[in-house]
Nanobody
Framework: QVQLVESGGGLVQPGGSLRLSCAASGSIFSINPMAWYRQAPGKERELVARITSGGSTNYADSVKGRFTISRDNAKNTVYLQMNSLKLEDTAVYYC??????????????WGQGTLVTVSS
């Protein structure tokens, strides 16, 4: 069974920082890309940042210059460093990965989500 396990969410004040982690486990290979999405209350899920196995990245305009995505290919882990957090960053953050799942072919996998709350 393939799983994406997220950690690092929580409550932070505006201007603060958090670091999210997401580790892929199970029979999944050639993971490319890995990404973070978020969904705020009453809004649609949106892409926050994406990174390829080669390290190419792209970001939502709303987080450019504040968030940094990185990955450790050996550990099948992706990170999201979030700085200068704003109230509007409050959302459930989801990890996403696409890769070869043993016996199932190329699949997209989602994590269970981790809540980030920015509040004073």
């Amino acid at each position: 069974q393939v799983q994406l396990v997220e950690s690092g969410g929580g409550l932070v004040q505006p201007g603060g920082s958090l670091r999210l982690s997401c580790a892929a486990s199970g029979s999944i290979f050639s993971i490319n890309p890995m990404a973070w999405y978020r969904q705020a209350p009453g809004k649609e899920r949106e892409l926050v940042a994406r990174i390829t196995s080669g390290g190419s990245t792209n970001y939502a305009d709303s987080v450019k210059g504040r968030f940094t995505i990185s990955r450790d290919n050996a550990k099948n882990t992706v990170y999201l460093q979030m700085n200068s957090l704003k109230l509007e960053d409050t959302a459930v953050y989801y990890c996403n990965a696409r890769g070869l799942v043993l016996g199932s072919g190329y699949r997209e996998v989602w994590g269970q989500g981790t809540l980030v709350t920015v509040s004073s």
